[in-house]
């Protein structure tokens, strides 16, 4: 069993920072890549930021610049830093991993999601 835990978020003023946190924990053999989606009212899931286990990023063109991911293989966790916060970045911040577990193979995870609230 795989749990993805999220941490951080909140409210924050537009040009403010906030970090966003998650941890793996479980069965849990070798993580793959891990990334941050956000889903915005009456919008799709989106991917913000990605990182693989060699620490390669991508970014949602929205964020570049402004989003960093960055990840600690050791602990099994994965951090979002966001700058210069816009009304726009509002959403709820999922965290997400591909990974291989113990006795499932290869599966795709997902925490239970974090608010993240910009203010104009």
């Known amino acids: 069993q795989v749990q993805l835990v999220e941490s951080g978020g909140g409210l924050v003023q537009a040009g403010g920072s906030l970090r966003v946190s998650c941890a793996a924990s479980?069965?849990?053999?070798?993580?793959?890549?891990m990334g941050w989606y956000r889903q915005a009212p009456g919008k799709q899931r989106e991917l913000v930021a990605a990182i693989t286990s060699g620490r390669s990023t991508n970014y949602a063109d929205s964020v570049k610049g402004r989003f960093t991911i960055s990840r600690d293989n050791a602990k099994n966790t994965v951090s979002l830093q966001m700058n210069s916060l816009k009304p726009e970045d509002t959403a709820v911040y999922y965290c997400n991993a591909d990974l291989l577990t113990v006795n499932n193979g290869r599966g795709d995870y997902w925490g239970q999601g974090t608010q993240v609230t910009v203010s104009s």
């Open positions: 479980g069965s849990i053999v070798r993580i793959l890549a």
